[in-house]
């Protein structure tokens, strides 16, 4: 069975692929099992996707000891403040019928909340040993210093969109800058990917997918994890197949040379900061 190699951050190892499990009602614990069982260690689930449940019980189903299972969860928007931080920690542990978990996110910044106070309740759960490691989604390189700067306890990662219809070489290169890794969301593009000419070549030539090409070009920046979804037990076991095969220099740029002005998917207005181009 193969495993994905873990990626060192401030005493974090995560593992460089993860199962994304967004998207109510399609991800089910079946799938979180299947990826357990294909290799999976890496499971990525947030308060808001409704999905902790599920990836409990899959967790549970698959037999794979919690001990080597890299567990992320992450705090919305809404409950930034430290009292409602607090209380979302424990509901998401509950739900997952955990007693930590590894890795603790912001899941979006919100400015009408210090982040002072959230950087505060989310060192507490770590010292509270409700989570391994913290980290923050969605932070432009400014706030990230800033979260940084004010969090008593190291960040392991800043979870981003990142693909290759997205040039995200500022933020891949803050990441490393500052250690962090970088935790790729929308690794596929949401699907946008499938049908692209340059990917599809490549992947003939290679015997690969689109999906596995986007997703090596990811792995071979070397501080990226990479967490796609996937709902079929098929593509979940291909896109943690990408560590026989590598990528030339020629093939790095032509897929880099992807990126596109309307690349970005997550863009919730009102809520996203001025991203990093
Ligand atoms: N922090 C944040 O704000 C944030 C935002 C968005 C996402 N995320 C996280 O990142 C994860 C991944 O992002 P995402 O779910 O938006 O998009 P994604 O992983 O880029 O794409 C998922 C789509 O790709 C398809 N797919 C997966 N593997 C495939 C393969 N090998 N070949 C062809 N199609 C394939 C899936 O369909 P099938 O199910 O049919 O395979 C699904 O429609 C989320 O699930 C979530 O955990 C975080």
């Given at each position: 069975m193969q495993l994905a190699p873990r990626l060192p951050a401030h005493g974090a190892e995560i593992p460089a692929i993860g199962l994304g499990t967004s998207g109510i009602g399609d991800v089910r614990a079946e799938h979180v099992a299947a990826a357990l069982e294909a290799g999976y260690r890496h499971i990525d689930t947030a308060r808001k996707y409704g999905t902790e449940r599920a990836v409990g019980e899959g967790m549970r189903a698959s037999g794979v000891p919690r001990a080597e299972i890299f567990l992320c969860t992450k705090v919305s928007h809404e409950n930034l403040h430290a009292a409602e931080f607090a209380r979302s920690v424990e509901q998401s542990l509950k739900a997952l019928g955990v007693d930590y978990v590894d890795l603790l996110l912001v899941h979006w910044p919100e400015k009408n909340t210090p982040l002072a106070e959230t950087m505060g309740a989310l060192a507490k759960a770590k010292r509270q040993g409700l989570t391994r490691h913290i980290g923050v989604a969605n932070f432009n390189i400014a706030m990230l210093d800033d979260a940084i700067r004010l969090c008593p306890e190291p960040l392991v990662t800043l979870q981003a969109e990142c693909h290759p219809y997205l040039d995200q070489s500022k933020v891949i290169a803050a990441c490393r800058a500052r250690g962090l890794v970088l935790t790729a969301y929308c690794p596929l593009g949401r699907g946008r990917l499938r049908g692209d000419a340059v990917l599809a070549e490549i992947a003939k030539r290679k015997g690969k997918t689109f999906a596995q090409v986007a997703l090596r070009w990811l792995m071979q920046h070397g501080i990226i994890a990479a967490i796609p979804r996937s709902s079929n037990p098929e593509r979940i076991a291909q896109n943690l197949d990408v560590f026989d095969f590598a990528l030339d220099d020629d093939e790095m740029r032509r897929i880099g040379a992807?990126?596109?002005?309307?690349?970005?998917?997550?863009d919730p207005f009102g809520r996203a900061p001025t991203w990093d181009v």
């Open positions: 992807l990126r596109r002005a309307d690349g970005r998917i997550a």
